[in-house]
């Protein structure tokens, strides 16, 4: 490609981008430093550690996007990078906490905290690299679609069948527990049949989309296209009650409803998916005491105060307490509500820097998840738009489902928040997440390689239905073949 | 599919929108109540963030209670000085069993929450100085207090000490006392170890003998009966009937003076001497004679009608019973039966009569101050009411200054030499009498009365239960008067009174 060659090619803001990171990084150290001058009137390291883990992150992140993807959104990472620096900032106040509560009762604070986190945030660079380096085209992941669904169905479905022993924690199956270490596979899995669902969507959509009958003014699908959407939530309702994980089985069936919407472009697989799931849910309900019980502590969370309700209602608490201008960073106690590093890690923020904070920080997420969705307008091939349409859904729903979660809207959910939470599979996934976002919003801002007069045929993203899933990477794209 | 993925977009958005007006729910609507929600530990542990003000002997300047910065998570520690002492007062501020009395009553102020502290708090905030508590300055006088504390010496009993001209609470001790700092510390197995400490002795130094129990009075009730026949157009000198055995009307029980004496000729009394040997026939009769309206409304009057009321710290009710028939009007009016008073009271009852009839409601914080010393508020004296005409409370002085100061009075142990004192002795039977005569529990003894007698500064009860060491033999004049004597000594010396 030649420099200079096309009048009206995009910047590749990759400047800004850089400018962005550092802004991200100042908004870092600024919380850190409030928090070690509201608890000890004194600054340490810590400031210019997190600030710097964050500042790396940013800037290896934007070198490789240089280097591989340089048309990429300039304002991912920096959403990225300003969420994972503000979490380990927050971790590491809850470790403060942690260890003060401990101090008092005269033990020593052992939790894994921010250091540990530190550690992920670099593995989760590295799958960020490697996901980046690895996958030149998102298009090819449309040929591994079956493989990624059986391994992700295997991740799902591994902790069900797995003794308890290897896979509950706090009453939740939903880990893998290997040798002193735990991941959540459900992370991973969500990958994995994202990547699955789009492609095979794209590839099924025509048969999807055909009319059965017509009811209510509703097309009805015919009969035997309703295989996939049972199966999904069969597999659903299973992780509901197997795992007791209402997060992960919404998360899944949601995602499938709202990608099967997209790809055949029909409102009736959205209602019959709720209808399903609604129903589902109340089978469950009906028959499982064990989801009885937990929508009973959603319900009454002060009568059962002292034992299943003892997180939610401290977190409660704690979002009461910090109001609408927070406790400020350091001046509360987010230590309190039990796991706020990681599930309830919105509820510290909301605590601290009450509900202005914690807006502004959902305001992030708002703007990552609308670059997403603008990515998958914009990008040119169904299956991209599919697979970024479902990694902003997944994004957008997970954070509903946490943050209704903490603040009782919604029945708890054992989910974490992207790039904010502390825990190792859910930032490696967020990171690769993260990777096939930049790699699709590269495909959709990068100009047309091919001579100027093809492009000027082509007036602006023409939604070209890609009908081979299977066909040979291409590297770059071009506006010429099926896009 | 971009209309599709733009819906899509849109429903996010409404899911965050939703997250966004249930955050606002939950954190503005409702957050004042999820904060001030007693299980949340946040408001409290926050407390200790900050420096909590001093509790303040108004006359002496004395800091009976302060914060000091330690090295702890909870950075300031309560102190007492002298806590055993102020304990009955001050109460504690405990971090597991919460706050008592002044601390309770005053925290507020203490704590620097007080809403009056709103725009200190804001200057603060922009200033960047420390945010702390406000003091409280307490009425109660070091030497009376001190007297009090000696003179009880460690038995079951209460003081409480009135400047009958405002209400101002001199003194108030409970003994048993406790110590507050024990219960305040940060060591959490330390404060459970004192709580139930505390808890298991059977003197119960936790209860507030003082303020918030309630006793039968005895013949310290003698006080008010006698003020309703004086308003009813009784004078001291009036003749009364005081036989030597009272029947009791509808049933055969005979009620009979203290060790079976005989009061005066054996059939009739002048209501001066009644009072001054503690005629009980001579009482029962009057009170029978009075009828129940009259003695009840004297007794509200005076402050005795089942409600409980503070000052700021809470005080039980006092009561003088249901009153079913004659036979309990009788029984009443020598203040047993189902007559329950606080030494407050007891010592309301002479306050009132030492100020002339008007009675002041008792307080004891003479004035909250905010951080910066500024005054807050300034206690002012309130009238309460007035059960005695200024006449009518002349005649009761008189014939209260005949109790401790003639040769026949039964208070003669509360005399303080060169100063007229006046008053009243109860030892009140408090549970069944055995058959030799003697009670299962040894009487209460009490002394309520007030010097100097012409020209009042302060009013004082006394209360020792079951007797305090006398035991069965008992009297309030032999157990309770010296006890008084020393509070009201102490008292009148340290505000130079030497004589009438």
Redesign the interface.
């Given at each position: 490609m030649a420099r200079g060659y096309s009048p009206n090619r995009l910047p590749t803001r990759r400047n800004a981008e850089l400018g962005y990171i550092v802004f991200a990084t100042l908004v870092v150290a600024a919380a850190e430093a409030i928090i070690e001058i509201t608890r000890d009137s004194q600054l340490t390291a810590h400031v210019a550690t997190y600030a710097l883990v964050a500042l790396a992150t940013g800037v290896v992140a934007n070198l490789a996007i240089r280097r591989w993807a340089s048309y990429a959104d300039p304002l991912l990472v920096p959403c990225a990078v300003v969420l994972v620096g503000l979490g380990l900032v927050m971790i590491h106040r809850i470790d403060l906490g942690l260890a003060?509560q401990a101090?008092?009762a005269g033990r020593t604070y052992q939790g894994a905290g921010a250091a540990s986190q530190v550690v992920w945030v670099v593995l989760g660079l590295v799958a960020f690299l490697g996901v980046l380096l690895i996958i030149r085209d998102h298009r090819v992941l449309q040929r591994y679609a079956y493989t990624l669904a059986l391994i992700g169905l295997f991740l799902l479905l591994l902790p069900a069948v797995l003794p308890a022993s290897m896979s509950e924690i706090n009453g939740a199956r939903i880990w893998i527990r290997i040798a002193g270490f735990s991941i959540q596979p459900g992370e991973i899995s969500k990958i994995a049949l994202t990547v699955f669902a789009a492609a095979y969507l794209v590839a099924k959509r025509d048969v999807l989309s055909l009319a059965g009958r017509r009811v209510l003014g509703i097309d009805l699908p015919r009969g035997r296209d309703f295989g996939p959407l049972l199966l999904a939530w069969l597999i659903s309702i299973g992780v509901l009650v197997r795992d007791k994980d209402l997060g992960t089985s919404l998360m899944f069936f949601g995602l499938f409803v709202?990608l099967l919407?997209?790809?055949t472009?029909r409102i009736s697989w959205v209602i019959i998916g709720l209808l399903l799931f609604v129903g589902g849910c109340y089978i469950a309900y009906q028959i499982f005491p064990t989801v009885k019980e937990r929508v009973s502590v959603w319900l009454h969370v002060?009568n059962y105060?002292q034992d299943q309700g003892y997180q939610l209602?401290q977190s409660?608490?704690?979002?009461?307490?910090?109001?609408?201008f927070g406790?400020g960073l350091g001046g509360?106690?987010p230590d309190?509500v039990p796991v706020a590093k990681s599930d309830f890690i919105l509820s510290a923020f909301?605590e601290e820097t009450?509900?202005f904070g914690?807006?502004a920080i959902?305001a992030i997420?708002?703007v990552f998840?609308?670059r997403a969705?603008a990515t998958?307008?914009a990008v040119r091939d169904?299956f991209g738009?599919?697979l970024v349409?479902g990694i902003?859904?997944s994004f957008?729903?997970q954070?509903?489902v946490v943050?209704?979660g903490i603040?009782?809207?919604l029945p708890e959910t054992g989910l974490t928040t992207p790039f904010l939470s502390y825990g190792g599979s859910s930032l490696l996934a967020n990171f690769a997440l993260l990777a096939l976002l930049i790699r699709v919003s590269d495909a959709a801002r990068r100009p047309p390689t091919t001579p100027p007069s093809a492009v000027t045929t082509v007036s602006g993203p023409v939604?070209v239905p890609d009908r081979d899933p299977a066909g040979p990477p291409t590297g770059t794209l071009s506006t010429g073949g099926p896009a | 599919m971009n209309r599709q993925i733009r819906r899509v977009s849109v429903f996010v958005g409404i899911l965050m929108l939703a997250v966004i007006l249930n955050l606002n729910w939950v954190q503005v609507l409702h957050g004042t109540s999820y904060r001030d929600n007693a299980a949340n530990q946040r408001v409290a542990l926050d407390d200790y963030k900050r420096q909590r003000g001093s509790i303040v002997l108004q006359g002496s300047g004395t800091a009976i209670s302060e914060s000091v910065v330690t090295k702890d998570a909870l950075t300031y520690l309560r102190t007492y000085q002298n806590g055993p002492l102020y304990a009955t007062v001050t109460g504690f501020n405990s971090i597991l069993y919460g706050n008592t009395e002044i601390e309770s009553a005053e925290d507020s102020v203490l704590s620097g929450n007080d809403d009056r502290f709103f725009v200190q708090r804001l200057t603060n905030l922009l200033t960047g100085r420390d945010p702390r508590g406000g003091n409280v300055l307490l009425t109660i006088n070091k030497q009376a207090q001190t007297a009090a504390y000696q003179a009880l010496g460690g038995r079951r009993g209460a003081v409480v000490a009135l400047d009958p001209a405002t209400g101002a609470v001199l003194a108030a001790v409970s003994t048993p006392s406790y110590d507050p700092a024990k219960l305040s510390s940060h060591s959490t197995t330390g404060i459970k170890k004192a709580w139930n400490a505390y808890l298991n002795d059977k003197d119960n130094p936790l209860s507030n003998r003082a303020f918030t129990e309630t006793y039968p009075p005895g013949s310290v009730f003698k006080v008010i009966v006698s003020a309703a026949a004086l308003k009813a157009g009784k004078s001291p000198s009036s003749v009364i009937a005081a036989p030597n055995a009272l029947t009791l009307p509808g049933t055969s029980t005979q009620l009979r003076n203290f060790a079976g004496e005989q009061c005066a000729n054996g059939s009739t009394d002048t209501l001066i001497h009644a009072l001054t040997i503690s005629c009980n026939t001579a009482f029962a009769q009057l009170g029978m004679d009075l009828g129940t309206s009259r003695v009840r409304s004297e007794a509200d009057l005076f402050g005795i009608n089942d409600s409980d009321f503070t000052i700021p710290v809470r005080v039980a009710g006092s009561t003088i019973g249901p009153v079913v028939d004659k036979a309990a009007l009788a029984q009443t009016s020598i203040g047993q039966r189902d007559v329950r008073i606080t030494p407050l009271q007891a010592a309301m009852i002479s306050a009132a009569v030492a100020n002339q009839g008007t009675l002041l409601t008792p307080y004891l914080v003479a004035e909250e101050q905010g951080p910066n010393l500024a005054t807050l508020s300034k206690a002012t004296p309130q009238i309460l009411s007035q059960p005695l005409s200024p006449s009518q409370a002349d005649q009761l002085t008189t014939m209260m200054e005949s109790v401790v100061q003639s040769a026949q009075g039964t208070g003669q142990a509360a005399q303080i030499p060169g100063i007229t004192v006046a008053g009243k002795t109860g030892t009140a039977d408090n549970g069944p009498q055995k058959a030799d005569g003697t009670y299962i529990n040894p009487p209460h003894a009490w002394f309520s009365g007030f010097a100097p007698a012409a020209r009042p500064r302060i009013a004082v009860a006394v209360f020792l239960e079951n007797g305090g060491v006398a035991g069965n033999e008992t009297t309030g004049g032999l157990a309770a008067a010296p006890v008084a004597k020393q509070v009201m000594q102490a008292y009148l010396s340290s505000i130079g009174v030497k004589g009438n």
């Amino acid at each position: 490609m030649a420099r200079g060659y096309s009048p009206n090619r995009l910047p590749t803001r990759r400047n800004a981008e850089l400018g962005y990171i550092v802004f991200a990084t100042l908004v870092v150290a600024a919380a850190e430093a409030i928090i070690e001058i509201t608890r000890d009137s004194q600054l340490t390291a810590h400031v210019a550690t997190y600030a710097l883990v964050a500042l790396a992150t940013g800037v290896v992140a934007n070198l490789a996007i240089r280097r591989w993807a340089s048309y990429a959104d300039p304002l991912l990472v920096p959403c990225a990078v300003v969420l994972v620096g503000l979490g380990l900032v927050m971790i590491h106040r809850i470790d403060l906490g942690l260890a003060q509560q401990a101090s008092d009762a005269g033990r020593t604070y052992q939790g894994a905290g921010a250091a540990s986190q530190v550690v992920w945030v670099v593995l989760g660079l590295v799958a960020f690299l490697g996901v980046l380096l690895i996958i030149r085209d998102h298009r090819v992941l449309q040929r591994y679609a079956y493989t990624l669904a059986l391994i992700g169905l295997f991740l799902l479905l591994l902790p069900a069948v797995l003794p308890a022993s290897m896979s509950e924690i706090n009453g939740a199956r939903i880990w893998i527990r290997i040798a002193g270490f735990s991941i959540q596979p459900g992370e991973i899995s969500k990958i994995a049949l994202t990547v699955f669902a789009a492609a095979y969507l794209v590839a099924k959509r025509d048969v999807l989309s055909l009319a059965g009958r017509r009811v209510l003014g509703i097309d009805l699908p015919r009969g035997r296209d309703f295989g996939p959407l049972l199966l999904a939530w069969l597999i659903s309702i299973g992780v509901l009650v197997r795992d007791k994980d209402l997060g992960t089985s919404l998360m899944f069936f949601g995602l499938f409803v709202v990608l099967l919407y997209v790809a055949t472009e029909r409102i009736s697989w959205v209602i019959i998916g709720l209808l399903l799931f609604v129903g589902g849910c109340y089978i469950a309900y009906q028959i499982f005491p064990t989801v009885k019980e937990r929508v009973s502590v959603w319900l009454h969370v002060f009568n059962y105060m002292q034992d299943q309700g003892y997180q939610l209602s401290q977190s409660l608490f704690g979002l009461g307490t910090g109001g609408l201008f927070g406790t400020g960073l350091g001046g509360g106690n987010p230590d309190l509500v039990p796991v706020a590093k990681s599930d309830f890690i919105l509820s510290a923020f909301g605590e601290e820097t009450g509900l202005f904070g914690l807006v502004a920080i959902l305001a992030i997420y708002i703007v990552f998840i609308s670059r997403a969705f603008a990515t998958a307008l914009a990008v040119r091939d169904s299956f991209g738009k599919l697979l970024v349409t479902g990694i902003g859904f997944s994004f957008g729903l997970q954070l509903f489902v946490v943050a209704g979660g903490i603040s009782r809207l919604l029945p708890e959910t054992g989910l974490t928040t992207p790039f904010l939470s502390y825990g190792g599979s859910s930032l490696l996934a967020n990171f690769a997440l993260l990777a096939l976002l930049i790699r699709v919003s590269d495909a959709a801002r990068r100009p047309p390689t091919t001579p100027p007069s093809a492009v000027t045929t082509v007036s602006g993203p023409v939604p070209v239905p890609d009908r081979d899933p299977a066909g040979p990477p291409t590297g770059t794209l071009s506006t010429g073949g099926p896009a | 599919m971009n209309r599709q993925i733009r819906r899509v977009s849109v429903f996010v958005g409404i899911l965050m929108l939703a997250v966004i007006l249930n955050l606002n729910w939950v954190q503005v609507l409702h957050g004042t109540s999820y904060r001030d929600n007693a299980a949340n530990q946040r408001v409290a542990l926050d407390d200790y963030k900050r420096q909590r003000g001093s509790i303040v002997l108004q006359g002496s300047g004395t800091a009976i209670s302060e914060s000091v910065v330690t090295k702890d998570a909870l950075t300031y520690l309560r102190t007492y000085q002298n806590g055993p002492l102020y304990a009955t007062v001050t109460g504690f501020n405990s971090i597991l069993y919460g706050n008592t009395e002044i601390e309770s009553a005053e925290d507020s102020v203490l704590s620097g929450n007080d809403d009056r502290f709103f725009v200190q708090r804001l200057t603060n905030l922009l200033t960047g100085r420390d945010p702390r508590g406000g003091n409280v300055l307490l009425t109660i006088n070091k030497q009376a207090q001190t007297a009090a504390y000696q003179a009880l010496g460690g038995r079951r009993g209460a003081v409480v000490a009135l400047d009958p001209a405002t209400g101002a609470v001199l003194a108030a001790v409970s003994t048993p006392s406790y110590d507050p700092a024990k219960l305040s510390s940060h060591s959490t197995t330390g404060i459970k170890k004192a709580w139930n400490a505390y808890l298991n002795d059977k003197d119960n130094p936790l209860s507030n003998r003082a303020f918030t129990e309630t006793y039968p009075p005895g013949s310290v009730f003698k006080v008010i009966v006698s003020a309703a026949a004086l308003k009813a157009g009784k004078s001291p000198s009036s003749v009364i009937a005081a036989p030597n055995a009272l029947t009791l009307p509808g049933t055969s029980t005979q009620l009979r003076n203290f060790a079976g004496e005989q009061c005066a000729n054996g059939s009739t009394d002048t209501l001066i001497h009644a009072l001054t040997i503690s005629c009980n026939t001579a009482f029962a009769q009057l009170g029978m004679d009075l009828g129940t309206s009259r003695v009840r409304s004297e007794a509200d009057l005076f402050g005795i009608n089942d409600s409980d009321f503070t000052i700021p710290v809470r005080v039980a009710g006092s009561t003088i019973g249901p009153v079913v028939d004659k036979a309990a009007l009788a029984q009443t009016s020598i203040g047993q039966r189902d007559v329950r008073i606080t030494p407050l009271q007891a010592a309301m009852i002479s306050a009132a009569v030492a100020n002339q009839g008007t009675l002041l409601t008792p307080y004891l914080v003479a004035e909250e101050q905010g951080p910066n010393l500024a005054t807050l508020s300034k206690a002012t004296p309130q009238i309460l009411s007035q059960p005695l005409s200024p006449s009518q409370a002349d005649q009761l002085t008189t014939m209260m200054e005949s109790v401790v100061q003639s040769a026949q009075g039964t208070g003669q142990a509360a005399q303080i030499p060169g100063i007229t004192v006046a008053g009243k002795t109860g030892t009140a039977d408090n549970g069944p009498q055995k058959a030799d005569g003697t009670y299962i529990n040894p009487p209460h003894a009490w002394f309520s009365g007030f010097a100097p007698a012409a020209r009042p500064r302060i009013a004082v009860a006394v209360f020792l239960e079951n007797g305090g060491v006398a035991g069965n033999e008992t009297t309030g004049g032999l157990a309770a008067a010296p006890v008084a004597k020393q509070v009201m000594q102490a008292y009148l010396s340290s505000i130079g009174v030497k004589g009438n």
